[in-house]
């Protein structure tokens, strides 16, 4: 069995056919997702989705690209969505520099729900892209633990969150033939520390790139983990899906 770590399902580009794609889990033994919401009303279709779907978690949370948008009274709604029964992280939270956005407003949104995070006793999702030593910082200093979410850092910085209690999630990149990075934290951090996502609707992977990604492609990402790797893609699936058990929870 696969556990989708982190699926859009909630997105517009996927939630109307959520039923098909759902079929096409099952057909490929993806039994269990975590929906991530962004903002707050893609939070409230994640939580709306796990009441739905057994096979669906919940995160809830205002991401570093979304914190334009931020307002007290909409991290109060979030605050409360946190507490529902099948919210299992808080997230996707963090710090993304690769735009011209205000770092101080991201640093305020990411802190403000580290607090949320601490008070309820979750997990986080981190979303950190070109920001690795502020978000690193910024975590050591909450003593949170969770998710680094698609990661596409080094192996050596990634060995700097597993020691925080953080595991590495990998998505489509780690198939792109050019992207080394994430070959090398596959091949490198412990498969007892890591994850399988696909982040759809993006970044769908190979063979199927250039396509609308969607949750069933989880399977490409443990296959590709499992060649660099040396090893069958059952202990892959198998220690994948118990890590995700573990850090959410379930």
């Known amino acids: 069995m696969y556990f989708n770590t982190h699926t859009h399902l909630n997105s517009d580009d996927l939630y109307e056919e959520r039923e098909q794609l759902i079929k096409n889990c099952f057909e490929k033994n993806v039994t269990e997702m975590t929906v991530v919401g962004y903002d707050l009303a893609s939070s409230k279709r994640a ?7 057994e096979c669906i978690h919940a995160t809830v949370g205002i991401s570093p690209n979304d914190c334009e948008d931020y307002s007290e009274e909409a991290f109060k709604e979030i605050a409360v969505l946190a507490r529902d029964e099948e919210v299992v992280a808080i997230g996707e939270i963090g710090l993304d520099y690769y735009y011209d956005t205000d770092k101080k407003l991201q640093k305020r949104v990411f802190n403000k729900h580290l607090e949320l995070a601490k008070e309820l006793d979750l997990p986080i999702v981190i979303h950190c892209r ?6 690193y910082n910024m975590l050591k200093e909450s003593g949170c633990k969770g998710i680094m979410h698609c990661y596409s850092g080094s192996d050596q910085m990634a060995m700097r969150f597993v020691q925080l209690g953080f595991y590495i999630s990998l998505a489509g990149p780690v198939t792109f033939k050019n992207a080394k990075m994430p070959k090398l934290v596959a091949k490198n951090v412990p498969l007892d520390k890591l994850l399988i996502e696909t982040d759809d609707p993006y970044m769908a992977p190979v063979p199927l790139r250039g396509t609308r990604n969607e949750p069933a492609n989880v399977v490409y990402i443990a296959e590709k983990i499992a060649e660099l790797k040396e090893c069958s893609i059952e202990e892959v699936e198998r220690q994948t899906f118990d890590n995700a058990k573990d850090i959410f929870h379930i």
Do not use: N, P, R
């Not at 939580?47 to 779907?53: I, N």
């Not at 070109?130 to 978000?135: I, L, R, S, T, V």
């Open 47 to 53: 939580v709306a989705l796990a009441h739905e779907y």
């Open 130 to 135: 070109d920001a690795y030593e502020d978000c």
